[in-house]
T-cell receptor, first 111, second 113 residues
């Protein structure tokens, strides 16, 4: 049982480049989330989804887009990467009102 | 806006002692609280949770206390071990905003051998 899987694990981008982070969960969870974590800080919610085909903004959505075309997948896109988006990105999934399960993270550096 | 925060950013304890990590929350609509442990280079891992209709819940070596009157949450770790060294986050969920989980800043726990 893989749980929540994120790809890639590491990536270096140049300013202005685009990329997509993939999150996949095999627990049939309705809810999925993307967080970013900066050094010495907690997790900040970027976007989340309460079901297939639906997405909503979190605390820090600017510069990111998401899509949830399939229940098991939640994609996070950066259209034009900026150095301020250097961070560790975590995907998570949950049922409606239970704990979230997290992936191992994607370490992104924008130079 | 609503926030979840922690009183102490760093806590250092002797192996075998008990640890207490505190958390304050401000959203009175939150009805579900979770403690996560995050080891270096890994994603947060669920430790224990508590719903607002309870004030105490025990797990294996861990206890969570909820004081809704002062909006305070604490995590107690009994007989702290070196493997407990990590960053601990409290988080809250409510029936507003799509049940998204809001995290506090975290407390780093150091266990001295």
């Amino acid at each position: 049982n893989a749980g929540v899987t994120q790809t890639p694990k590491f990536r270096v981008l140049k300013t202005g480049q685009s990329m997509t982070l993939l999150c996949a969960q095999d627990m049939n969870h309705e809810y999925m989330y993307w967080y970013r974590q900066d050094p010495g800080m907690g997790l900040r919610l970027i976007h989340y989804s309460v079901g297939e085909g639906t997405t909503a903004k979190g605390e820090v959505p600017d510069g990111y887009n998401v899509s949830r075309l399939k229940k098991q997948n939640f994609l996070l896109g950066l259209e034009s990467a900026a150095p301020s988006q250097t961070s560790v990105y975590f995907c998570a999934s949950s049922r409606q009102n239970t704990e979230a399960f997290f992936g191992q993270g994607t370490r992104l550096t924008v130079v | 806006g609503e926030s979840v925060g922690l009183h102490l950013p760093t806590l250092s304890v002797q192996e075998g002692d008990n640890s207490i990590i505190n958390c304050a929350y401000s959203n009175s609509a939150s009805d579900y609280f979770i403690w996560y442990k995050q080891e270096s280079g890994k994603g947060p891992q669920f430790i224990i949770d508590i719903r607002s209709n309870m004030d105490k819940r025990q797990g294996q070596r861990v206890t969570v206390l909820l004081n809704k009157t002062v909006k305070h949450l604490s995590l107690q770790i009994a007989a702290t071990q070196p493997g407990d060294s990590a960053v601990y986050f409290c988080a809250e969920k409510g029936n507003t905003g799509g049940f998204k989980t809001i995290f506090g800043a975290g407390t780093r726990l150091f266990v001295k051998a």
